[in-house]
């Protein structure tokens, strides 16, 4: 996109934040006949960038996650057709793969663990075929003697979340999407209504309608009002691209995920020879070392799946910041401010949800209200938990306010 | 030091390589009143800024070894002035820390083998002391509580290898040392003596004596006759930086070396907060890719005996290549051919080896001859090896020659 300086013409949506979610809102808004500004600071999105972009609901699901779930295979379905009218728009791949994911067991406890989980997937509608370590093995040769069984996801695919930033990108920029790279220093609120950001550099942008999606950053734009935001608290993942030597196969032929002695790790393969091993889960704020027992914890869950990971390459280590939401829910459209909408919170699933929230995004900048099968996630269920006049949960003023910490 | 262009003026000294036994050869041949180039593509020797700077010759030795570790204990014990001589006249402080080295013992098996070669030092008339469990956990809390024993090696020290470089870089320059960055094109030999090198810039440098000192690298050397210079073979070795937080204590006091299931590994902390973990030992040729296996190795090891390493900031990975000779002892001073020393092949001791060598290498340039501790490496018993006539081990000439691969 093209990066513009301060002065900025009206727009009729700002887009705080160039990950996935920001990018993907920008260029389903620009489709819909909005005009589209995007601002960030680097106009890569951190945590989308460290993504390994497993789209996989069935090997996903569990307890207590159901309407996640459902949300998940709604935008994994649409998947091929959004690749589609994407590559076609952008002239760029994404990366997708349909090669489905092999979700395996290391032992007899992993086994049941995956078997209470497959029970799970059929109550939401989701048939993965059982098999033995023998067939598990006969899929993807490379697996140890020691796997004791797993589950093929046959419709479980993957895309490269870097690859998909960029057709976002090239995309949104083909609609007529401006980019911006500067921070917002402010979200301006004019008589209760959300009217543009003002910028760094001092510019300001005059908007219409303000999305904010900047992952984990978000809560920290400034002049929100109070109750409008809540806090995402930063999940780390730590994880690895491995690299295969040139010309040899992949040492996996598919997603392959693992429960090693209750810990889950995966080896997501891409077409150019990468293989994407993770990841840590880590609570732990704002914390983005490479610790030597995250790279050790990845590193030999994989090698008890996989032991010929050994012989790999390390390319790059990776640390993100997943965005978790107060009830680990995606927080979409419309707050209590009007003008002022949200595309955040998305925590272990961005990639997987990037096309369900496009479209709930454009249809919220639309008409005013989120499409019924996100209504869940609705932004404004958490001012309306948090009691009028309560500390913090004051009535919607413009402003100078406190940023959530 | 002076990085000075192609056209040379002639010098008593030119030194192909500017790791730590490159450098110290020119310090030292300064210091004998030698006027010294030092030649090589990077100033900073590749090995050397891998290396973890154990100054270990008691906890390092190991049967069939006895003159190497005597060579070891003579450089050791040379340290402590070395260090004070090159610090006064470079002004550079070398990281030198003598809080001893702790060996401990994973399991029983570990401790029965440290205990056959706490016999072996014994022979060498090198004292340790051997602790129980609690007492090495009394030195270093932070071991394992598994940690089964070990042997207090007080004398046992460390330097820092990227400190040491910086030290010997200015005090080679204050002795009029002058540096070339470029790559040695070939050795100039003339009727039978080596006159000087041809650079990849084209320009020349005349010398009365050369000095081939680049690691894995020296055999690549073009012009040297055949069967001056033996193979080296690359040994892999790949460890981690870890950095303790600000204001933290570092986890360990000390280096600590262990044996953990047979498989040696060691943490060597700094007074920057930097922790060495390491290391491989890998065969494989010129090979310096980072692999996974690699990694999870030295993590597995360090975290078995220092489980709160986990908890550290990686700040780098490292692979570097040991130079080992065909015997795997180094080779030092004049070759076969008249005006050309080797001072290389110093395999996994370059740093314990460096004030000694430096100390060789001088007497060597200055009376034509090694001193006697240094006899059992000379160059020229890996030319007197080949008989003359035999195939690649013809008579010593200059010109056009193979390198040896």
Known sequence: MRANPSSQSPTDVVVVG???????????????????????????????TVAAGMLTPATEASFGEEALMRFGILSRDRYPAFVAELEE???????????????????????ARLGHLSELRARLGLTTERLTGRECRRLEPMLAPSVRGGYLAAEDHSVDPRALLGALRAAAERRGAVGVRDRVRRLVVEDGRARGVVLDSGGEISAGQVVLAAGVATPAVEGVPEGVVPPLRPVKGQLLRLR????????VARTVRGLVKGSPV???????????LGATQEEQGFDTRLTAGGLWEVLRDAHELVPGVSELEVAETCVGLRPGSPDNEPLLGPTAVPGLHLAAGHFRHGVLFTPATGDAMAEALTTGALPDYARRFAATRVADRIPAGAAGGGPIEGGEQDQWT
Chains 1, 2 share one sequence.
Do not use: N
């Not at 589209?36 to 680097?42: C, G, I, Q, S, Y």
């Not at 295969?244 to 040492?251: D, K, N, Q, R, S």
């Not at 995966?266 to 994407?276: A, M, Q």
């Open 266 to 276: 995966y080896l997501v393969p891409r077409g150019t020879g990468e293989i994407v």
């Open 244 to 251: 295969m030597a040139e010309g040899e196969p992949p040492i």
């Open 18 to 48: 160039a990950g996935l979610i920001g990018l993907v809102t920008a260029w389903r808004a620009a489709c819909a006949g909005l005009s589209v500004t995007v601002v960030a600071e680097h106009l890569d999105g951190a945590a989308s």
């Open 89 to 111: 728009e952008s002239g760029v791949s994404a990366g997708y793969r349909a090669e489905g994911t092999l979700q395996v067991a290391f032992d007899s406890d992993d086994m």
